[in-house]
């Protein structure tokens, strides 16, 4: 599979705070989905983005899919400790739509 | 709640086994893609089945096979288990056109001692 680099590996805020991290990929994607995955648990879909510059918004969650169709990024904005988990971003290029992974953000909130 | 589900929950076995792992997609999903994740790999895709026939074949080991049924459930197959093959086995379901967006189920965790 294609290799997705996202970053920051890890992120430990305090509550209240904004949050970004991105996603970039080494070819073209037609589609990005960031998903949050909880211990134990699989991960649940945030947000799907499927045309380059498209902003979408999910409450306080603001993703945008990349001019170039190589990167995204995820914006949280003013953190609740329940943020806390490992976002995924998530690409494919149509091949049967079969999902690329970034190794995910882990994001700590304190209270 | 995605509406995938997945059985069992957890798995402890040992090496050499072989075990079975089951998925439902989704009410009218005709893909289900499964999934591996551990700890150094990350999330990986195995294999991919739409309305019963396998449609794409990701990082899928040759002692691992897959099938759809025809009431949509996909089995995954693992045999000749490694110590290594310990992981969290994920299955996804999406519908037969756009939104192309993947829903997960809640994962079997194997143990392979």
């Known amino acids: 599979g294609q290799q997705l680099n996202q970053s920051p590996q890890s992120m430990f805020i305090q509550e209240g705070e904004d949050v970004s991290m991105n996603c970039t990929s080494s070819s073209i994607f037609n589609t990005w989905l960031w998903y949050k995955q909880d211990p134990g648990e699989g991960p649940v879909l945030l947000i799907a983005l499927y045309k380059a510059g498209e902003l979408t918004s999910n409450g306080r969650l603001t993703a945008q899919f990349g001019i170039t169709r190589k990167d995204s990024f995820l914006n949280i904005s003013a953190s609740i400790p329940s943020d806390v988990g490992i976002y995924f971003c998530?690409?494919?290029?149509?091949?049967?739509?079969?999902?690329?992974f970034g190794k995910g953000t882990s994001l700590l909130v304190t209270p | 709640d995605s509406g995938v589900t997945q059985t069992p929950k957890h798995l402890i076995t040992a090496t050499g086994q072989r075990v079975t792992l089951r998925c439902s997609p989704r009410s009218g999903d005709l893909s289900v893609y499964w999934y591996q994740q551990s700890l150094d790999q990350g999330l990986q895709f195995l294999i991919q089945y739409y309305n019963g026939e396998e449609r794409a074949k990701g990082n899928i080991l040759e002692r691992f096979s897959a099938q759809q049924f025809p009431d949509l459930h996909s089995e995954l197959n693992l045999s000749s288990l490694e110590l290594g093959d310990s992981a969290l086995y994920f299955c996804?379901?999406?519908?037969?056109?756009?939104?192309?967006?993947?829903?997960f189920g809640p994962g079997t965790r194997l143990t392979v001692t």
């Open positions: 996804a379901s999406r519908g037969g056109g756009p939104p192309y967006e993947q829903y």
């Open positions: 998530a690409g494919h290029s149509n091949s049967g739509y079969a999902l690329n």
